[in-house]
């Protein structure tokens, strides 16, 4: 089974990417695909977030183990985090320039990825050189993103 994501990179100019995963990749696996694909060489540290319906970060899931209570990313498949259309994450690659990232899940199926564990079915818009500065609006929430513009069946 597959996963069709939506990832939105929190910039002004639209940047996305909508890209199909074998369901059983790991987490950590999935943060080296985005990073991959916005043109990043996932070196950097990075943390995924779940998040709620408005996009408001929740609970960390991180690259590595501080303390006994931290979720990490480790060999857990995305199955795990990606159950039905809609769920969301939010993704962080490199504390430093706190590039951040939308992703959200909207189609679960069977999909032809030619053996792949993933595809990149839609592009849009270049990164840009540096991070955002105004990660955050200054009511601390995130821009509002509309998934469905540009959405690729």
Do not use: C
């Amino acid at each position: 089974m597959q996963l069709k994501f939506r990832i939105i990179l929190n910039v002004k100019n639209d940047v996305l990417r909508d890209i199909i995963v074998e369901s059983s990749i790991s987490l950590i696996e999935f943060s080296k695909i985005i990073s991959s694909e916005f043109g990043f060489d996932s070196s950097e540290i990075s943390t995924f977030h779940h998040t709620d319906d408005n996009w408001e970060q929740l609970e960390e899931i991180k690259i590595f183990k501080i303390d006994d209570q931290d979720k990490i990313m480790d060999n857990v498949s995305i199955s795990n985090f990606f159950i039905a259309k809609d769920d969301k994450l939010i993704f962080i690659y490199d504390f430093l320039n706190y590039w951040t990232f939308f992703v959200e899940l909207y189609e679960v199926g069977e999909f032809n990825i030619n053996d792949k564990n993933y595809l990149t079915i839609n592009s849009i818009g270049e990164v840009p050189k540096e991070a955002p500065s105004d990660i955050f609006s200054q009511s601390g929430e995130t821009n509002q993103i509309d998934f469905d513009d540009n959405l690729i069946d």
